[in-house]
């Protein structure tokens, strides 16, 4: 069965800790995403990777860390660096730039909470 | 800088009436369009997409959009809504900038009346 998976589905944690959301895909997808999402303000782009090994900045990357040494799997760590870090997020996967109709396709998503 | 407008926050339709949701984009040239949905503490899931080619675009669950280079719009419609429509849409164009990422707007939460 083909699709992203995301773990875990919530997360708490308190103040100063890191914490890592797992993502993996088994889609053969050379390009994968990671967006936050917050009420009212749809989602923005934290990180990007577009083949092993490489993985780019995007909008608000301040406070996160990703790493991608495996190409069905693109982790994101949340640093005590993150200064308001409760939120809902997503990784998404897609073809990448080889494909000209590329297209991303989401995982359910991780609920992160600071306590 | 690219941007996606949804100007309606809550829309409330009844059952069985018919649905069209907003979208406007921001650029010069034709983006790359998508419309997708997400239930409450879900992911996203994929309606319908735009590349080029005939503007009038087909996708799942009986969705439809058009494309309007006129209007810079990518609404969003469905002649007969479901209880089960009730979801956030969100309208995003792809980045034309080496990310690829998309671009979001901040979302219209369907409400369907009984």
């Known amino acids: 069965d083909g699709g992203i998976t995301q773990s875990p589905k919530y997360l708490f944690r308190k103040e100063g800790q890191n914490v890592t959301l797992s993502c993996e895909q088994n889609?053969?997808?050379?390009?994968m995403y990671w967006y936050r999402q917050d009420p009212g303000q749809g989602l923005r782009l934290i990180y990007y990777?577009?083949?092993?090994?490489?993985?780019q900045k995007g909008d608000i990357a301040e406070g996160y860390s990703v790493s991608r040494e495996k190409k069905e799997s693109f982790p994101l760590t949340v640093t005590s660096a993150q200064k308001n870090p409760t939120a809902f997020y997503l990784c998404?996967?897609?073809?990448?730039?080889?494909?000209?109709?590329?297209?991303?396709?989401f995982g359910p998503g991780t609920r992160l909470t600071v306590l | 800088a690219q941007s996606v407008t949804q100007p309606d926050i809550h829309i409330t339709v009844s059952e069985g009436a018919s649905l069209e949701l907003r979208c406007n984009y921001s650029?010069?040239?034709?983006?790359?369009l998508f419309w997708y949905v997400q239930s409450p503490g879900q992911g996203l899931q994929l309606l319908l997409k735009?590349?080029?080619?005939?503007?009038l675009v087909q996708g799942i669950k009986g969705f439809e959009a058009e494309f309007k280079r006129s209007q810079s719009s990518f609404n969003l419609r469905k002649p007969s809504v479901h209880w089960s429509d009730a979801a956030e849409y969100f309208c995003?164009?792809?980045?034309?900038?080496?990310?690829?990422?998309?671009?979001f707007g901040s979302g219209t939460r369907l409400l369907v009346r009984p």
């Open positions: 998404a996967s897609s073809m990448g730039l080889a494909e000209s109709t590329d297209t991303q396709y």
């Open positions: 889609l053969n997808h050379d390009a």
């Open positions: 990777s577009q083949i092993v090994n490489d993985f």
């Open positions: 650029y010069g040239a034709t983006p790359y």
């Open positions: 735009y590349f080029s080619g005939d503007t």
């Open positions: 995003a164009a792809r980045s034309m900038d080496s990310s690829y990422k998309l671009i």
